[in-house]
Nanobody, 123 residues
């Protein structure tokens, strides 16, 4: 089992920044791809960014490139999502996920999920 706990969400004005954290625990989480997803009301859950825990490869959805940065701290078993130049359309619940996905963006390919953290960007 892998446990994931997100934190760092909140209310921020447009143009502002937030850093989300995902603390991982449990066995073999280091063998997984870690992904950040988000889900806005009435919309499907979508991939924001992903990182391979072992080799560190990064992936970003096109809409987030240049604004969001995913990183990890091996010592703290934590994955971060630094978000800058936030827009109202970034408002969503942000989820951390772990898995061995065949396709990075497939929600069903991730085995473990956190509880989510709400991000609200005001205009």
């Amino acid at each position: 089992q892998v446990q994931l706990v997100e934190s760092g969400g909140g209310l921020v004005q447009a143009g502002g920044s937030l850093r989300l954290s995902c603390a991982a625990s449990g066995r073999t989480f280091s063998a997984y791809v870690m992904g950040w997803f988000r889900q806005a009301p009435g919309k499907d859950r979508e991939l924001v960014a992903a990182i391979n825990w072992i080799i560190g490869n990064l992936y970003y959805a096109d809409l987030m490139k240049g604004r969001f940065t995913i990183s990890k701290d091996n010592a703290k078993n934590t994955v971060y999502l630094q978000m800058s130049s936030l827009k109202p359309e970034d408002t969503a619940v942000y989820y951390c996920a772990a898995g061995r996905p065949r396709s990075l963006s497939l929600v069903g390919d991730y085995d473990y999920w956190g509880q989510g953290t709400q991000v609200i960007v005001s205009s």
